[in-house]
Each structure stands twice: as C-alpha cells, then as structure tokens.
C-alpha cells in the first residue's frame, strides 16, 4: 500500500528541479518583426489613393453631377436679379407714363435702383464662376481626354488644380470684370431705356418743349436746378457706358465661355463628312434596291413566277 501511494503521489505531485531540468521544452519559435508598413493602419487618404479605376470614376462622375448642380442654382439667381430690375423698370416708365402730372424723378431713383440690383448680381456671378469653372476644369482635363485621348494633348495639372481648388476656394474673376460682363449682357440696355425714357417724359409732359432752356427748367426736382440734374445723369449714364467698354479686355474667367481662337471649325467639317458619309450610305443602298428589283423582274420573266431572295445574301456585282 505504502508503495502505489508513493507511485501516486509521484505522478500526480510536483516536478522537482531534477525532472524539470532534465525535460526541458524546446523553445518556442521567435516570431518574425512585425513590418510597421504592413500592421500600421491604412489612413483614410492612403486608402483613397489606391481607387480601382471604376471607382475612380464613379467618384468623379458624382463630383461632376455636383458641381453642374451648384452652378445651375447660382445661374438661377442671377435671372432672378434681372427679373427684379426688368420688373422694376417696367413699373417705374408705367407710372411715370400714365399721367403728365406724375414726377419724372422717379426715372433717375429706379436707375439708382437697377444699379445696386446690377452689384448685386455682380456678386452672385463670381460666387457662379466658382462652380463653373470646375465644370469647365474636369470637362477639358477629364471627359474629353476619354472621348478623344490621340488628338488632344495630355493634360496632367488638371487634378492638382482642381484638388487645391477644393482646399482653398477662391474667386476665379474680380469685381470689375463681373460688373462689366454682367452689364453688356443685360443692364446696359436697362439703363440706356431709362435715360431715353427721362428725355422723352421731361420733354413730352406737359407739353412738347420748344427749346432746350423750357426743358432744363422741367428737369428741375424740388430745390435742385434741371442743369444740374441734366448734367449728373450726363455724367452717369456716360460713366456707365465707359465701363462697360473698358471692361472687355478683362478674361480671366473661364467658366462657360471659351476664347474665340479656340473655336474652330472641326465640327463643321466633321458634321460635313458625316454627311458625306450617310449620302454614300444612302446612295448605296439606293443602288442595292435597284439590283434586288431587277433580279425579281428577271426571274418573273423567265419562270412566270415572283421568286423570294434571301436577303441574307449579298448581292451581285
């Protein structure tokens, strides 16, 4: 009995020293030194510089469609400041109209008027320019380098400008050249109207003045002489006028509208040889027609019955 407790009490006891230094575990492998390229989280940005193609343009699309989106509802706002300045005007020569003894003053405050409209829309013109001038930056140096990439030449700063476009946004035109565009297009004729309108209503109402003495004592308003009045809506309107012609040299814009030497008469030529090409088209499949008749006249003549041609087959020469 003495002998199987000893058995028990050595396989179930401790090791001692003697046994743990004769069965040692061989050591376990090191392991090999983590890369800290390969374990090193993948940031956000270098996860997006490793974009698959599709992906790349799926991405690019989408910024497209947002940008157009941005531009259109800065292009709406625009005809929105127009509007008031054509309604305002329109209101102002109905009134000033409709009965002689309506002041004419009112003419020169809706110039006022149309004029602070025109800064306005000077502004939300620039902010218009933004978007549009990323329209027109991935329209040049993306899409059409897919439609045409042999005969255009490789555009690679187009990426570089758009991407520091997107980190500091700024105005692609100045003040000057805004206004200037903004009133050749539309309010140059507005103020033009006015000015002739106020002529007219001063010299029509009450009546027809004789002289030009009668019609400077008419552009009199309240304590202000008519010279006087006649003299700043001189000086204004030829101010206007002299703006809107020392503003045209000013293209530092992009946007939609393109350089003239740039237009050049490709698409003529290429809807020119288009036509051609559909006429030879045309013409030949005139000629096909002609033949397969003639083969049904051919055989109706000598067999006395309308044969069926196989259109598959190509015809004869």
Request: hydrophobic share 40%.
């Amino acid at each position: 009995m003495a002998t199987n407790r000893d058995v028990r009490q050595r396989g179930s006891g401790p090791l001692s020293g003697e046994h743990v230094s004769g069965r040692l575990r061989p050591a376990p492998p090191t392991p090999p030194e983590p890369n800290p390229e390969r374990t090193a989280p993948q940031s956000p940005t270098a996860t997006l510089r490793r974009l698959s193609p599709a992906e790349f343009n799926a991405a690019m699309i989408h910024f497209y469609r947002g940008e157009v989106q941005r531009s259109n509802t800065w292009r709406n706002r625009l005809d929105t400041t127009t509007n008031w300045a054509v309604i305002t005007a329109g209101a102002t020569l109905s009134f000033a109209f409709s009965s002689p003894t309506n002041p004419h003053f009112v003419i020169p405050i809706n110039s006022i008027l149309v004029a602070i409209f025109l800064l306005m829309e000077a502004r939300r013109y620039r902010y218009y320019e933004i978007w549009s001038s990323r329209v027109r930056v991935l329209e040049t140096g993306y899409f059409a380098q897919l439609l045409a990439p042999e005969s255009l030449p490789p555009d690679e700063e187009w990426a570089a400008h758009l991407a520091s476009d997107l980190i500091t946004p700024h105005f692609t035109i100045s003040e000057w050249e805004a206004v200037g565009r903004r009133l050749r297009r539309n309010y140059l004729w507005i103020f033009a109207l006015l000015a002739l309108s106020w002529n007219l209503k001063v010299y029509l109402h009450p009546d027809p003045a004789y002289n030009f003495d009668i019609f400077i004592q008419r552009a009199r308003v309240g304590v202000v002489p008519g010279w006087l009045v006649f003299t700043v809506g001189f000086i204004f309107n030829a101010a206007v006028m002299i703006f809107a012609i020392g503003t045209v040299k000013l293209r530092e814009a992009t946007g939609e509208v393109l350089p003239r030497h740039e237009l050049a008469l490709h698409p003529l030529q290429r809807v020119s040889s288009w036509t051609r090409s559909a006429a030879k088209s045309s013409s030949r499949t005139v000629l096909r027609t002609k033949r397969a008749r003639h083969r049904v006249r051919t055989s109706a003549s000598t067999t006395g019955e309308l044969k069926k041609i196989d259109i598959s087959e190509p015809p004869n020469r």
